[in-house]
């Protein structure tokens, strides 16, 4: 018999299953490259900002030195975005970095970590990652049932994970719901309030969360820049909460988790304002066209507040991987949803318009 590495808990662990890369996709599929469509990452179709761009070129010079470990720059940058102290704030390898980090800092092998049905992956994994005991708590609409979360809490949970919005279904949870759910969890347990898409939301729904940091000291507000920001590829976001949790991330996280491109460009980008406005008006009106579409399909879809609408494809177990073969074929790559128990669904990254009608046309072909 062979030797097994490791503790059970790790071995258990179900490979991340991401979008497919356009170069996988291109040769699985002989497809050529350019031609390719990629809707399945919740990437920023605009690509990053030029602000970004310039920026990162500019910091490309010192590349030869290790970054600032204390981000000191971007710091400030978000000290005088969000009007919080630089003690204040984690950086992360991308916001999983601060997910995980706090799953280390918070939750100890066999205590548990709570997250609802159909909510992102990415908290069943860094549960997973430390021993500790998951608490799935059951849907509701395809989002957070917080009144049933809070009866789920046991004396063990050390942390709860909120998407708000939510991947991959795209739900809301609007600001008083969520506030009563924060007034009410026990206050040694450590909410962590994922905001990856909160830059998306219209005007109506935004609420500010960082004015609860102050207020919880149990609360972390994770927030990304691979989104609305259009810096998937660098890696980069960041974590707000007072300094008892901040102290404790910052002292595990790895002292040079942020290199020194992805500091350099979160600035720029942080501060371009006019990039923020335009992805948000692109993903709006694709958000329509998506929708009408579905619509003239007779299609269900999940009314989304992401970059991303989740469309049922069919009635059997079989629809969504079936679609997505026929899709992929076709050279349009989004995501099937089925290793988050949807398997009749697929998951579409809001593009540019050529992109959204390119996907819409390959769609009525296989259904309409
Ligand atoms: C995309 C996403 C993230 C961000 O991941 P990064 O590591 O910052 O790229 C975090 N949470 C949710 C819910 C997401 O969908």
Excluded at 109 to 118: D, L, T
Excluded at 161 to 179: Q, S
Aim: negative net charge; aromatic residues 10%.
């Amino acid at each position: 018999m062979s030797i097994q590495f490791g503790p059970e808990y790790v071995r258990a662990i179900a490979p991340y299953q991401g979008g497919k890369p356009i170069a996988e996709v291109a040769r699985e599929f002989n497809l050529d490259e350019a031609k390719i469509i990629k809707l399945a990452s919740n990437e920023n179709p605009l690509g990053m900002p030029e602000s970004a761009k310039l920026a990162m070129q500019a910091a490309v010079a010192d590349i030869g030195r290790y970054p600032d470990s204390n981000g000191f720059e971007l710091k400030a940058a978000i000290t005088a975005k969000y009007d919080v102290p630089a003690e204040w704030i984690t950086l992360g390898n991308g916001s999983n970095d601060i997910l995980e980090l706090a799953t280390h800092a918070f939750v100890q092998p066999g205590q548990a970590a709570m997250y609802s049905e159909y909510s992102f992956l990415v908290y069943a994994l860094a549960t997973q990652a430390v021993g500790a005991r998951a608490i799935v708590v059951s849907a509701k609409d395809f989002g957070h049932d917080l009144p049933a979360m809070l009866a789920a809490v046991t004396d063990d949970t050390r942390l709860i994970f909120i998407a708000n919005p939510n991947n991959p279904t795209g739900t809301f949870i609007p600001a008083a719901e969520l506030e009563a759910f924060l007034q009410a969890v026990p206050p040694q347990i450590v909410v962590v309030l994922d905001e990856a898409y909160n830059e998306y939301l219209p005007p109506e729904c935004q609420y500010e969360s960082i004015a609860w940091v102050r207020q919880y000291p149990n609360l972390l507000v994770s927030r990304t820049m691979s989104k609305a920001y259009g810096l998937a590829g660098l890696r980069i976001g960041f974590g707000i909460a007072q300094p008892a949790i901040t102290d404790l991330l910052n002292r595990i996280r790895q002292p040079f988790n942020v290199n020194s491109l992805a500091q350099a460009a979160a600035v720029a980008a942080l501060n371009d304002k006019p990039f923020l406005q335009k992805s948000a008006e692109v993903n709006a009106a694709g958000y329509l066209q998506l929708t009408a579409a579905f619509d003239a399909l007779k299609l269900i879809y999940v009314p989304s507040f992401g970059n991303f609408v989740m469309v049922k494809v069919g009635e059997d177990d079989g629809a969504g991987a079936r679609v997505n073969l026929a899709l992929l074929k076709q050279g349009i790559i989004v995501r099937p949803v089925g290793n988050y128990g949807l398997p009749q669904w697929l998951r579409i990254t809001i593009g540019l318009p050529h992109e959204n009608a390119a996907f819409i046309a390959a769609l009525k072909s296989l259904l309409g």
